[in-house]
């Protein structure tokens, strides 16, 4: 049985895995479910896939000005690309 229920297109396998393996990596018996929502449908989802963009070019480009600028905003990060 899976952990996640995801609708919608694109790439969602992909990151039906990774959270997955993040889950499991984690230990966490956590049970999710996502809808991926157009942004004309919910324009304040803009405001979290921003969150999210900031936070993935951080690090993965090292770039931390975006980051930076909302730091105060985050309350839990979790590394999906971290490998170790």
């Given at each position: 049985?899976?952990?996640i229920?995801?609708?919608?297109?694109?790439?969602?396998?992909?990151?039906?895995?990774?959270?997955?393996?993040?889950?499991?990596?984690?230990?966490?018996?956590?049970?999710?479910?996502?809808?991926?929502?157009?942004?004309?449908?919910?324009?304040?989802?803009?405001?979290?896939?921003?969150?999210m963009?900031?936070?993935q070019?951080?690090?993965?480009?090292?770039?931390?000005?975006?980051?930076?600028?909302?730091?105060?905003?985050?309350?839990?990060?979790?590394?999906?690309?971290?490998?170790?």
């Amino acid at each position: 049985m899976s952990l996640i229920e995801i609708t919608s297109t694109k790439y969602l396998h992909q990151f039906k895995q990774a959270i997955e393996k993040a889950l499991l990596k984690n230990n966490k018996a956590i049970t999710c479910n996502f809808e991926i929502v157009l942004n004309k449908e919910m324009p304040e989802l803009s405001i979290i896939d921003y969150l999210m963009w900031a936070y993935q070019r951080k690090l993965l480009k090292n770039e931390s000005r975006f980051f930076d600028a909302l730091r105060d905003k985050y309350k839990s990060l979790l590394n999906l690309y971290e490998t170790r």
